[in-house]
């Protein structure tokens, strides 16, 4: 995979869990928030009065961190030495591209 905001080929193991990553996105993510665009659009349901988070927005958004966590995703850029995947700053830019 060839991502050019950084002008190189990605190792194919990255490439592999960055499709992954998609299809968990596509299959996971968003049917969740399609279900739920009514609080996460609407910015009078997504938060209180004091600008947190609706307790309705809080339970969707735990909801989508506890699949990813689940998939694998979650931490897959945090350090091996904190519980995470170790996989770096560079699986973090892609997965977020």
Do not use: N
């Not at 002008?7 to 592999?16: I, R, S, V």
């Not at 659009?41 to 209180?48: K, M, S, V």
């Not at 809080?58 to 945090?78: K, N, P, S, T």
């Amino acid at each position: 995979m060839h991502i050019p905001s950084i002008g190189f080929t990605l190792p194919d193991e990255l490439t592999q869990i960055i499709e992954g990553l998609t299809r968990f996105a596509e299959q996971e993510i968003t049917p969740r928030h399609e279900k739920h665009a009514s609080v996460l659009e609407d910015p009078r349901l997504r938060y209180r009065e004091d600008g947190a988070l609706s307790d309705d927005a809080q339970a969707i958004v735990r909801d989508m961190r506890m699949a990813a966590a689940e998939a694998g995703y979650y931490a897959m850029c945090v350090p091996e030495g904190l519980g995470g995947g170790g996989l770096g700053h560079l699986a973090y830019f892609v997965g977020w591209e």
